[in-house]
């Protein structure tokens, strides 16, 4: 019998981190995988690597490695550098140390474990690390998902919704996140695969973490003052545990409205985080006039 753990999206969030490593310490597993995302959308992303990397776990890179990289090369629009909507972006990246750097430019795309060896971990999906793996997704593009590595088991995160579809010749599971779940339940969230008389398990677990102590952090270490509409934005999230950022930047690029911090509350009556998302974008084609909107669940 061999044990694994895979955990993803941690997403600069401490609190949530060390209630998943204590977790993990009383399942009695073998190896423990990381899917990416330990930073972004959270003000500890270098205190997250740090302990990861203290811990020894190996982890694949995530689209918010990547995209905290583009801001520390410079490689962003002008734009990005002034705008109070890339301030939360850009005091992410500038509390990375060198060494993070370092770190997350060398993360892989994929990992196999070494315990499952039929296990590959990426953060998204196979060909790219922000082509998400999600409800909406279907059941033939999750097919081509899984034919197209040589292993039967496709791990994956980066949606942090929790997913397992199950094939006569394999599986497909994301394993949700940690520090930012989109389930509803504010839990931190992680997988366990346990592999038993040829044939391999899934466990979804969710566990309990002080939420006031990383919504205190995001006081304490300036990032929910000088974040600006982002960092608001990102406490209401785990505090619902459902996405309002990218909801939110979709409704004021569609009806043309500054993304900025005084429009959150009139957003919120017009967003229901429960809504289906296809019902949302509905009322926001009758809203702004237009016959069809383009969206991208993964956004930012």
């Known amino acids: 019998m061999s044990r694994v753990a895979v955990l993803a999206d941690i997403h600069g969030n401490i609190p949530a981190l060390q209630a998943v490593v204590s977790d993990i310490a009383s399942q009695g597993v073998d190896e423990v995988l990381v899917g990416g995302d330990l930073v972004g959308r959270g003000p500890q992303g270098s205190e997250v690597i740090r302990q990861i990397r203290r811990l020894n776990w190996p982890s694949v890179r995530g689209n918010h490695e990547d995209y905290l990289l583009t801001f520390r090369r410079g490689e962003v629009p002008a734009d990005w550098l002034e705008a109070d909507e ?22 892989p795309l994929a990992l196999c474990s070494q315990e499952l060896p039929d296990l590959r971990l990426v953060h998204a999906s196979p060909v790219s690390t922000s082509d998400g793996i999600g409800p909406w997704t279907t059941e033939r593009r999750m097919r081509r998902h899984l034919d197209s590595i040589e292993q039967s ?23 949700g996140s940690v520090g930012l779940p989109f389930n509803g339940d504010r839990r931190a969230q992680y997988a366990i695969f346990e592999a038993t008389d040829g044939a391999t398990t899934v466990e979804f677990r969710q566990v309990d973490y002080d939420l006031a102590a990383i919504l205190k952090i995001y006081e304490t270490s300036g990032f929910l003052a000088q974040g600006g509409v982002t960092a608001k934005l990102l406490t209401l999230e785990l505090e619902n545990a459902q996405p309002f950022l990218v909801p939110f930047l979709h409704w004021a690029s569609t009806l043309g409205v500054p993304p900025i911090a005084e429009q959150i509350d009139t957003f919120r009556d017009f967003y229901d985080p429960d809504e289906p998302m296809r019902s949302f974008l509905r ?12 969206w991208d669940p993964d956004g930012r």
Do not use: K
């Open 86 to 107: 890339w301030s939360a972006s850009r005091w992410m990246a500038d509390e990375l140390t060198p060494q993070d750097i370092s770190y997350m430019q060398r993360l």
């Open 153 to 175: 088991i496709l791990v994956c995160a980066h949606t942090h919704r929790p997913l397992h579809e199950q094939f006569a010749d394999g599986q497909v599971v994301n394993v």
């Open 283 to 294: 009322r926001l084609e009758g809203a702004s006039g237009r016959d069809h909107i383009a």
